[in-house]
């Protein structure tokens, strides 16, 4: 705690300068550097680029097992600047690190920091995931800013699928009987997902937009575009929702004579598996904190790529407060992520982090409980 303290100027400094310089996803050069260069001046071996990702970073510390992971965050949101609190992450991740820096010649195990970028729309921790680099890891974390303090949360499974609806062009008036609507897919799809809503689960979350749907009144659309986000509580529950989606993206290219054919166009979530040991520890790193008002569980209607990682490793994503009653992605919540109080959230996550960090390296059941845990999850 007297390490994170140490550094508690510079994990304020960082999340201030990446607050203040809001980097979308795929384009954090500048907050990849600045959190990287300080690892790699308190003796971490950095690298960036990772899963061929340009911001992108890996920074490694000490040797042998356990490989306990702590996580970044640092993309921003359109317009909207770090209204996620992304900033608060990275450096939270980072000031843990460097604290752990100062005891990693006390204790046997390798300390990793990995910089993942874009979680808001690109998915950086799906293609860490895919390249492999949780193989060698035993667990991983990271905090996020919210209104409440709170250790376990889901977040959802999700798909994001585009639509693209093909008709013919004709002059809506004088030659309607040439023309083939291809706006009518659309909309027929949107009809026919309305009647399954119905018929799902209530945790499913359908939702989406019209991102061409025609250039004229006058002019039959020939291309229509839909983009949709699909996300269930469970990856086994929306793998069948999405095939029942599908069916009806047929169906409504079927009944107006239109074609239609899909794509991803972001990679998947998977749901958040959150481990109970783990943030069972966090939890008691809070109380040693002073932080009271700690929740235990809530589900989230949300999706992280970090559920990507928790189905590979043991992971917790538990969330810290910036301010009551602040809802994320609106400008009070990238207001409060920028005041001395988020700052000091900051600090507060360094420390929980760093601590739990170290349990993991000093007590061998604490492992062991998380391994047990997350392979009955996944069974
Ligand atoms: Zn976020």
Not at 54 to 65: C, D, K, M, R
Not at 121 to 129: A, E, I, N, R, S
Not at 151 to 157: E, F, K, P
Not at 213 to 219: E, F, I, L, R, S
């Amino acid at each position: 705690m007297a390490a994170v303290d140490e550094y508690a100027q510079e994990i304020k400094a960082l999340a201030r300068n990446i607050g203040e310089h809001p980097e979308l996803g795929f384009q954090e050069y500048k907050a990849a550097k600045w959190l990287g260069s300080a690892l790699q001046d308190a003796g971490f071996e950095v690298s960036y680029g990772t899963a061929g990702m340009e911001t992108a970073f890996h920074a490694q510390l000490g040797e042998g097992s356990p490989k306990i992971a702590l996580l970044c965050e640092y993309d921003a949101l359109p317009e909207l600047g770090h209204a996620c609190g992304h900033n608060l992450i990275g450096a939270a991740s980072v000031g843990a690190a460097l604290a752990l820096a100062k005891c990693i010649t006390e204790i046997t195990g390798t300390l990793v920091v990995l910089g993942a970028p874009a979680e808001e729309t690109g998915g950086g921790k799906v293609k860490l995931v895919e390249a492999g680099v949780f193989q060698t890891i035993d667990a991983a974390m990271m905090f996020h800013p919210s209104a409440v303090n709170l250790l376990r949360s889901s977040s959802n499974a999700l798909d994001a699928y585009e639509f693209v609806f093909k008709g013919k062009a004709a002059h809506a008036a004088a030659a309607p009987e040439e023309g083939v609507n291809a706006l009518d897919g659309v909309i027929q799809l949107f009809n026919g997902i309305n009647a399954l809503r119905q018929h799902l689960k209530d945790d499913v979350r359908i939702h989406g937009i019209i991102s061409e749907g025609g250039t004229a009144p006058n002019v039959v659309p020939e291309r229509a575009v839909a983009r949709f986000y699909f996300r269930a509580a469970s990856r086994a529950y929306l793998d069948e929702v999405r095939e029942r989606i599908l069916q009806a993206a047929r169906g409504a290219a079927l009944m107006t004579g239109t074609a239609v054919e899909w794509r991803q166009f972001e990679l998947s979530n998977d749901n958040l598996i959150s481990n109970s040991a783990l943030a069972r520890a966090f939890g008691a790193n809070l109380e040693l904190l002073g932080v009271t008002d700690v929740q235990e569980y809530e589900a989230t209607g949300g999706s992280s790529d970090m559920g990507n990682v928790s189905h590979v490793v043991p992971a917790i994503h538990p969330y810290l407060s910036v301010g009551e009653k602040l809802v994320s992605h609106t400008p009070e919540f990238a207001q409060a992520c920028l005041s001395p109080q988020g700052l000091e959230v900051a600090v507060v996550a360094a420390k929980a982090l760093a601590l739990t960090a170290y349990d993991l390296f000093t007590d061998e059941g604490l492992l062991r409980e998380a391994k047990a845990e997350h392979s009955q999850a996944l069974a």
